[in-house]
């Protein structure tokens, strides 16, 4: 929020020094929303303003600045704002032309809020004149809440299908589209990532939140921030294991590794699962499906727990006779007790920061693996060092107990097997 705030302001000051004075263009008649309609600290505050442009030079973005005392300006941008070359090759035609442009805001304060807009253009800047206006109230505190950031668990890099129709920021996304995680930033609520979504071209090119791990080439008009506290995304999902039924029809897959998933499933194919889990330990599958752990609101009403997260669109194939995946992680098949040995200095987490002094050569215990985590796939406890964290709650298998404050999440080129106690 920070950064678009500096950003507007810096856009404001550039174009006044230039302007040095000539009149601008007023914002015309347009419609202006407000998404959700009555916003809540809980909530992601989105703008939208549309309607017809009274010619075909339309408006390309709207920064927006958000001010302690309740006031919000908006920047209308129109073609060659930025760009004197650019104004002097347009030509723009009195034809009314339909448009959309839109700003996001992030968790806002209780209060109420006045919306000025502007408009900014190779005739100079316009002033600022009243919109709109909305109260923000405050949110249940169970909406915004998630037991732990939940970006950890995507890796740049990483495929993901959206499993909700328009979120925040992306008119024509619809339930199925695929996309590709760009980076994650973790600074708030539940975390958020950026993804640029296949051959959707309504985003912008907005990497200040990264944490770590930006992929620097993109189609820069793909790209959204996704808030996990709000918008269902699903990764990939592949595990062996067995399904039961449970309490009111609920389906639920038993995986290898002991953890439990909430299958999504409905008609024929919620018979054909129901059907396999009344086969018990004989019943043996492999569920591959989209997997998403974004932890239901406070008021959202549903018949099936979550538990370990939510499993949309399963594909079953039969396993019979096949052995017990091996639960270790990495080609070195680590498993919770093994003895490892530091191969790097400062090794980045998964917030994106070095584990300071922690150096090669130091061993540590494997303390648990967590099998969903193509980027950091088991965690250490290392010896006489106490500046990490305890965050095992991502872990699915079991847990050895460890010093507090001594384990780091790795990736498998970072360490080497030193030993491996007899079972």
């Given at each position: 929020m920070r950064s678009k705030i500096v950003s507007a302001a810096c856009i404001a000051m550039c174009m006044a020094i230039s302007a040095q004075g000539v009149v601008g263009p007023n914002l015309p008649p347009v419609d202006i929303s407000i998404n959700p309609t009555n916003p809540s600290t809980s909530d992601y505050v989105l703008i939208?303003?549309?309607?017809?442009?009274?010619d075909t030079c339309v408006p390309e973005q709207m920064p927006l600045a958000v001010f302690p005392n309740g006031t919000i300006w908006i920047d209308v941008l129109l073609p060659g704002w930025d760009d004197p070359n650019e104004c002097a090759s347009l030509s723009c035609t009195a034809d009314p032309?339909?448009?959309?442009v839109e700003g996001l805001i992030g968790y806002?304060?209780?209060?109420?809020?006045?919306?000025?807009?502007?408009?900014?253009?190779?005739?100079?800047?316009?002033?600022?004149?009243?919109?709109?206006?909305?109260?923000?109230?405050?949110?249940?505190?169970?909406?915004?809440?998630?037991?732990?950031?939940?970006?950890?668990r995507f890796a740049a890099g990483g495929r993901v299908v959206l499993l909700t129709d328009n979120p925040p920021g992306g008119p024509g996304l619809k339930a199925g589209h695929g996309g590709t995680v760009l980076c994650r930033d973790c600074t708030s609520g539940c975390g958020r990532i950026l993804v640029s979504w296949d051959l959707w071209t309504g985003g912008q090119k907005d990497v200040s939140g990264c944490v770590m791990d930006v992929l620097p080439g993109f189609p820069p008009t793909s790209a959204m921030w996704v808030d996990l506290g709000q918008v269902r995304v699903g990764r990939p999902f592949?595990?062996?294991?067995?399904?039961?039924?449970?309490?009111?029809?609920?389906l639920v897959f038993v995986a290898d590794s002991g953890m439990e998933y909430n299958i999504v499933a409905t008609g024929e194919m919620y018979w054909i699962l129901e059907e396999v889990a009344g086969m018990g330990a004989a019943g043996r599958i492999r569920i591959q499906g989209l997997l998403s752990e974004t932890q239901p609101k406070s008021d959202e009403v549903r018949i099936c727990p979550q538990r370990n997260g939510d499993i949309y669109h399963p594909i079953i194939s039969a396993c019979e006779g096949l052995p017990h995946p091996d639960?270790?992680?990495?080609?070195?098949?680590?498993?919770?007790?093994?003895?490892?040995?530091?191969?790097?200095?400062?090794?980045m987490g998964a917030g994106g920061g070095p584990a300071v002094g922690l150096v090669a050569?130091?061993?540590?215990?494997?303390?648990?693996?967590?099998?969903?985590?193509?980027?950091?796939?088991?965690?250490?406890?290392?010896?006489?060092?106490?500046?990490?964290?305890?965050?095992?709650?991502?872990?699915?298998?079991?847990?050895?107990?460890?010093?507090?404050?001594s384990g780091?999440?790795?990736?498998?080129?970072?360490?080497?097997l030193v030993y491996r106690p007899e079972p």
């Open positions: 939208i303003l549309s309607g017809l442009w009274p032309t339909a448009f959309e806002m304060v209780t209060g109420h809020y006045e919306v000025y807009g502007r408009v900014i253009s190779c005739d100079g800047i316009g002033q600022y004149r009243p919109i709109t206006s909305f109260d923000v109230t405050e949110g249940k505190p169970d909406d915004a809440g998630c037991t732990a950031c939940q970006a950890y592949n595990q062996t294991g067995t399904l039961r039924k449970g309490l009111e029809g609920c639960p270790g992680a990495c080609e070195l098949e680590l498993l919770p007790g093994d003895r490892v040995r530091l191969l790097v200095d400062h090794p050569g130091t061993m540590g215990t494997v303390i648990c693996t967590d099998s969903t985590d193509d980027d950091l796939p088991f965690y250490v406890s290392w010896d006489n060092w106490t500046e990490g964290t305890d965050t095992d709650y991502f872990c699915d298998s079991v847990v050895v107990p460890y010093v507090p404050d780091w999440w790795m990736r498998c080129h970072e360490v080497e």
